[in-house]
């Protein structure tokens, strides 16, 4: 019983010394500084996307397309070394974020479905920052084509195949979150804005169009996913370039892409805004 007891007092504080760093201020302001970057990228995004709707953009219009501008600018690589730091920091605290916020919900589902939302953006915080600090390395690739080459790989089953078809669902329905997301106003809650000020309805408005907007790209994404998983056809499945540009080929869909590109711009807008008003810890 002494040992066991011992072993619970460690884990313990360990788990108070985990959640100790979390809330520790210096900590807190790099997490921050990584909602910074992560709107430095939408934006990014975004104007590449404006330029694609008016014909004027060689780019990939994704989170490589948005790096690769990032590091061919004068300080570019310093910007990214600390960009894909302040991400990691970001995701080790959604990571915190799961683990010590899914004590106060009550009831089981709620702490499911809040732990896999958490989780989900922990994983995505993390992928931009590797993806970051790649490119700050010198070392950074095509993520269409990264992506198509992983979808091969899975076609060649019919288990491989399914997994893609699962992933374009998930991708698909994480757009629709977004949507809903944005037209409920559900991202308010969220954040503590003070009440009566001008920067309210600034983030408003960037909250509902940038979510809109980038559940719009989610879903071209999913369903991309989807036709490459039904078609046996890995090219398809570019990521969110591919998304975009078979949405430029539709009818009106330079409008489209406009309208979706100005969008992810007010995306990022609201990212710089949550680094200051979201609460952290």
Known sequence: MGTLQSARDGAENVEDAAEDVAEHPAFQAVARAGFVMSGLVHVLIGVITLRM???????????????????????GNIVLWIGGVAMAALAIWH???AWFGARWKRGAMKRIRYVIATLGKAVVYGVLAVTALRFAAGSGTDSGEQTSQLTAGLMDSVAGRIAVLVVAAVVFGIGCFHVYTGAGRGFEDRLRVPEGQQIARAIVVTGVLGFIAKGIALVGVGMM???AALGADPEKATGLDGALQAMAALP??????????????????????????????
Do not use: K
Not at 58 to 75: F, H, I, M
Not at 264 to 276: D, M, Q, T
């Open 252 to 281: 009106a869909g330079g409008v489209a892409l406009a309208v979706v590109g100005a969008g992810l711009i007010l995306y990022g807008l609201f990212a710089v805004l949550r680094s200051r008003y979201a609460p952290v810890m």
């Open 53 to 75: 709707a008016f014909g004027g953009s060689s780019q990939e219009a994704d989170q490589s397309g948005a790096l690769q501008a990032v590091a061919s600018a004068p300080g």
């Open 95 to 97: 990571l915190a974020e």
């Open 225 to 227: 996913f989807g036709w």
